[in-house]
């Protein structure tokens, strides 16, 4: 059974930095790419960006593109978003989600989300 | 960059009914990256319809996708109450990905 989990929620303050996870199981992590969606509270999808674990190949939403930092450890399945310098307007829940060609790249596995919560 | 525009914002109906929303897209979009998903509260989205017009593993038929170009409909034929939710459209294009802004089900 393919699951993505994801690491639990975080509260920050403002300037700090922060790491969080997404671990794949039930498939093979480095044969399908992974994504990053933002849902800012009460607001839609956004799109983040997305890494091949593979060979870490990393796209980038322009409007993310500098914001956040996208990696992930093959030999754990895991993949990661992280932040240098967090912002309130960060506060967020984030969901891994893997897409898939066969279905049009759509996100076909989503994880649980990470609820990021950035006050001072 | 695409955009994509759902509309009505709000759909306001009863269970039974026939629930239709729409998706716009600011260029043509190949049908075969347009896709409808379902998110509940709480809940992650639930991927409904790809490739414009093909149900997801576990879809119920009553959940229909149609459209080409730059116009997109799902078509619920008859809510049920696990039916009321958000609903978003999502394409996909030069390994990017948008989604609309999402169009909410309520119950009437």
Redesign the interface.
Same mark, same amino acid.
């Given at each position: 059974e393919v699951q993505l989990v994801q690491s639990g929620a975080e509260v920050k303050k403002p300037g700090e930095s922060l790491k969080i996870s997404c671990k794949g199981s039930g498939y093979s992590f480095t044969s399908y790419w992974i994504g990053w969606v933002r849902q800012m509270p009460g607001k839609g999808l956004e799109w983040m960006g997305i890494i091949y674990p593979g060979d870490s190949d990393t796209r980038y939403s322009p409007s993310f593109q500098g914001q956040v930092t996208i990696s992930a450890d093959k030999s754990i399945s895991t993949a990661y978003l992280q932040w240098s310098s967090l912002k309130a307007s960060d506060t967020a829940m984030y969901y891994c989600a893997r897409p898939r060609y066969s279905s049009g790249w759509t996100f076909d596995y989503w994880g649980q989300g990470t609820l990021v919560t950035v006050s001072s | 960059?695409i955009v994509l525009t759902q509309s009505p914002g709000t759909l306001s109906l009863s269970p039974g009914e026939r629930a239709t929303l729409s998706c716009r897209a600011s260029q043509s979009v190949s049908s075969?990256?347009?896709?409808w *998903?379902q &998110?509940k509260p709480g809940q992650?989205?639930?991927?409904l319809i790809? /490739?414009a017009s093909?149900r997801?593993t576990g879809i119920p038929d009553r959940f229909s996708g149609s459209g080409s170009g730059t116009d997109f409909t799902l078509t619920i034929s008859r809510l049920e109450p696990e039916d009321f939710a958000v609903y *978003?459209c &999502?394409q996909?294009g030069s390994?990017?990905?948008?989604?609309?802004? /999402?169009t909410k089900v309520e119950i009437k």
């Open positions: - | 960059e075969s990256y347009l896709a *998903y &998110q992650a989205p639930r991927l790809y /490739g093909s997801a *978003y &999502q996909y390994s990017s990905w948008t989604f609309g802004q /999402g």
